[in-house]
DNA sequence: AATCCAACGATTTTT
DNA sequence: TCGTTGGATT
């Protein structure tokens, strides 16, 4: 296993400049990578993951890879795959809290759970949370669960178990009473045999204390641990990989101070700063040619950037030839803004880009919909990213609790969703006594429910209701052994009522909800069985795969994290907005700092061209501000940055940029291609088909929004080239 | 138990 | 301004 490196250059290590390959080769001892944005970070790992394959310096388990997302997970599972292929299976690669998972499913006894245990998410840990107010009689209204659920969450991202708060922290909640709430919450989860997400790490840290023979042997099998974004630990996740790195320290982590933007939610940029300290002789590489954007773009996030105190400090450099500096317009309104950007669009477009390259990054989501409302009208395609998630939807939820309660009998908070859905008769007159019951003799509420209806306690009704509902949960859990999972997940929708209850619902989006239905089950039958489908919707909310049409991406800056684009806008720098005024309010200068860090990943996320823009006055939360421009934009250096502030005092007014005539503005030195248009291409009475509705009707048009009929899917309005003629 | 209206409050969010 | 939530009403 202690080969030499190969002698002669292997193919994942063609192509990489010097740091990098310092960065590739440096297998043993710890290693701090600072790699900039667009400095070829991906490569690194998924070569040096390569590498210490190839080389024979590890077996696949025994290397520990982590990353934050899945969707980093399986970017780099993909490209070690295609370096080297089968050598890769059986890689530690995944999230922290996958990887978390895996580990505490190995030893659920070590942290009190049986081997069953459920994960919960945000939403039920907010539901216990609420009930765990009530049962203290905390005044739900002045303390509310949802601040309840972030301290909590706050203090497992620092690795504080309920008795290792310390004192003075959270005063302000209910009277100091926080800690005492967060104990009561972890010894209902004990009760209910769930973890929620933060959990996830605390109980491996928990384990790890308890049974170090344990923690001895991961830490013999981890020989090498590659880590991803490590700017974005927070204490929990640290503390984690110095437990796993302490005795082999052959730790890697790569990060890039600059593009540390999740400080709120626990992150230490501390973390990467005190790297040196942590691991005794630590190697640093720095990467600092960028291979993405242009010289124009380097210079202006770099000339902001280093408008920020105590950073590791790093060169940004390219050979990439320059084009055009950034552009920074000045606009009269929120509307005129999405107008102009809408317009611009446009040129791009008919200039050759494709939508799929134009991204806009607003600093919160509420910013999406003027330009949504704008690219409707001119019949761009666009996609939201990061809205709300598939897995996150209400009847989505609703299916999963059925399908836990079927599964895991002690299962409540599953059970309590589900046991009146759809409407049954049974509301809290019957499950008050149904509660106290399984209070009193510690048992789940399904046990209680089964014994309660044995009694004379409930009135007929109730008693009826409830014990048919019990025997058609018991019915399915018998049929899981002889029917295909997802044919008996199909079954327990339909025969629960709850499809029904959709079907008779008149609202516009009771069909949305059915397809959600239908499209469920499909993914239910993707996996092996149903216990495999739940523990994957509770690590990952996103179902994948989208719509593979060309369109511009509409996110938040923080979802653009990890991205890039040929052409980048930015729009709402103005003080307040961005830099938002809360962060700077409850941080002060690091509030303000991590502000002027997310624009520089936003501005790193262009390949070619940048288009801020500012507008004078805007409606926020139902008033008009008359903000002043961002102080971001006063720190883009001049020599990289044109400024267009024509549009002020109306000279320009707003109507200037409309559909029509809105391509004055800045046509970009690309060649540009003729029009392609498809306006008038529908008319009223029409018959048209969607992809994904079917069939319908023509009912009204508006430029390029059509408002459609649809024969299963009631009356929607999209833009008309999601649907073709009929 | 279901439906309606008023009051509230409105960064960023992955797992 | 607008969507959500919880209380009050039937």
């Known amino acids: 296993m202690e080969d030499a490196l190969p002698a002669a250059p292997a193919p994942w290590l063609a192509g990489l400049n010097p740091p990098q390959r310092e960065a590739v080769e440096t297998l043993d001892g710890p290693l701090l990578v600072l790699s900039g944005a667009g400095t070829g970070k991906t490569r690194v790992l998924t070569a040096r993951l390569a590498l210490l394959l190839a080389a024979k310096r590890a077996w696949?388990?025994?290397?520990?890879?982590?990353?934050?997302?899945?969707?980093?997970?399986?970017?780099?599972?993909?490209?070690?795959?295609?370096?080297?292929?089968?050598?890769?299976?059986?890689?530690?690669?995944?999230t922290f809290h996958a990887l978390g998972l895996r580990i505490l499913r190995r030893h659920p006894e070590l942290a009190g759970l049986k081997p069953s245990f459920s994960i919960l998410d945000a939403d039920d840990q907010e539901r216990l949370l609420k009930q765990v107010l009530a049962e203290a009689d905390v005044d739900a209204k002045h303390w509310p669960a949802r601040q309840l659920s972030a301290i909590v969450q706050r203090w497992k991202d620092k690795g504080w178990r309920p008795d290792q708060v310390p004192a003075g922290e959270a005063e302000y909640f209910a009277a100091g009473r926080a800690p005492a709430l967060y104990k009561a919450y972890q010894e209902r989860l004990a009760v209910l045999n769930a973890v929620d997400f933060g959990d996830l790490l605390l109980h491996n840290l928990t384990i790890f204390q308890r049974a170090p023979e344990v923690l001895e042997r991961y830490q013999e099998q981890f020989r090498y641990i590659l880590v991803d974004e490590y700017q974005d630990t927070n204490i929990a996740q640290y503390l984690w990989l110095r437990l796993l790195a302490q005795h082999r320290r052959n730790i890697c982590c790569v990060g890039d101070d600059d593009q540390s933007i999740y400080g709120w939610r626990g992150a230490e940029v501390g973390n990467i700063l005190r790297f040196e300290n942590d691991f005794e002789g630590a190697k640093i590489v720095r990467l600092e040619q960028n291979y993405r954007s242009t010289g124009n773009i380097l210079g202006a996030a770099s000339g902001l950037i280093a408008n920020n105190h105590g950073r590791l400090g790093k060169t940004l450099w390219t050979t990439r030839e320059d084009s055009r500096p950034l552009v920074v317009h000045t606009v009269p309104d929120g509307e005129a803004e999405a107008r102009l950007v809408g317009a611009e669009i446009e040129t791009l477009q008919h200039a050759g880009i494709g939508l799929g390259q134009i991204a806009v990054l607003v600093r919160a989501s509420f910013q999406t919909r003027a330009f949504e409302e704008r690219f409707v009208t001119l019949g761009l395609n666009y996609?939201?990213?990061?809205?709300?998630?598939?897995?996150?939807?209400?009847?989505?939820?609703?299916?999963?609790?059925?399908?836990?309660?079927?599964?895991?009998?002690?299962?409540?908070?599953?059970?309590?969703?589900?046991?009146?859905?759809?409407?049954?008769?049974?509301?809290?007159?019957?499950?008050?006594?149904?509660?106290?019951?399984?209070?009193?003799?510690?048992?789940?509420?399904?046990?209680?429910?089964?014994?309660?209806?044995?009694?004379?306690?409930?009135?007929?009704?109730?008693?009826?209701?409830?014990?048919?509902?019990?025997?058609?949960?018991?019915?399915?859990?018998?049929?899981?052994?002889?029917?295909?999972?997802?044919?008996?997940?199909?079954?327990?929708?339909?025969?629960?009522?709850?499809?029904?209850?959709?079907?008779k619902n008149k609202a516009p989006d009771g069909p949305g909800r059915l397809e959600n239905l239908e499209e469920l089950v499909q993914q239910i039958a993707r996996f092996d069985s149903l216990e495999d489908f739940l523990e994957h919707v509770a690590l990952v909310m996103e179902v994948e795969g989208g719509s593979e049409m060309e369109s511009v991406s509409l996110m938040t800056l923080h979802g653009a994290k990890g991205l890039e684009f040929d052409i980048v806008f930015l729009p709402g720098w103005e003080e307040g907005l961005f830099p938002h005024q809360r962060a700077m309010d409850e941080n002060g200068l690091a509030g303000l700092e991590e502000e002027r860090r997310l624009a520089y990943v936003g501005l790193t996320r262009a390949r070619r061209h940048v288009v801020v823009s500012s507008a004078l006055c805007r409606m926020v939360a139902g008033r008009w501000l008359t903000p002043f421009p961002s102080r971001f934009i006063d720190e883009l250096p001049d020599e990289h940055v044109e400024r267009h502030m024509e549009e002020m005092f109306g000279r320009a007014p707003a109507w200037r940029y409309g559909a029509g005539d809105g391509r004055v503005i800045n046509a970009p030195a690309w060649e540009v291609k003729p029009r392609e248009d498809r306006a008038g291409q529908f008319e009223v009475g029409q018959r048209v088909f969607h992809r994904k509705f079917g069939y319908g009707t023509v009912c009204a048009i508006d430029h390029h929004k059509l408002t459609v009929e649809f024969e299963t899917s009631g009356s929607k309005t999209l833009v008309d080239s999601f649907v073709e003629p009929a």
């Not at 696949?60 to 890769?88: C, D, K, W, Y």
């Not at 939807?393 to 002690?410: C, Q, T």
Request: hydrophobic residues 40%.
């Open 60 to 94: 696949p388990s025994q290397i520990l890879a982590v990353t934050f997302t899945n969707r980093a997970a399986h970017e780099m599972r993909e490209r070690v795959e295609a370096l080297i292929g089968q050598m890769s299976a059986g890689l530690w690669l995944g």
């Open 383 to 503: 996609r939201v990213i990061g809205g709300p998630r598939f897995y996150e939807r209400r009847e989505a939820r609703d299916a999963i609790a059925y399908l836990r309660a079927v599964l895991f009998p002690e299962d409540d908070l599953a059970f309590e969703r589900i046991v009146n859905l759809p409407k049954r008769g049974i509301g809290d007159a019957t499950l008050q006594p149904l509660r106290r019951l399984a209070r009193a003799e510690q048992i789940p509420l399904g046990q209680a429910a089964r014994r309660l209806v044995e009694t004379e306690e409930l009135r007929v009704n109730a008693r009826n209701t409830l014990a048919s509902f019990c025997r058609s949960i018991d019915g399915w859990r018998a049929r899981l052994e002889r029917e295909p999972h997802a044919d008996l997940a199909n079954a327990i929708l339909e025969e629960s009522g709850y499809r029904e209850m959709w079907r």
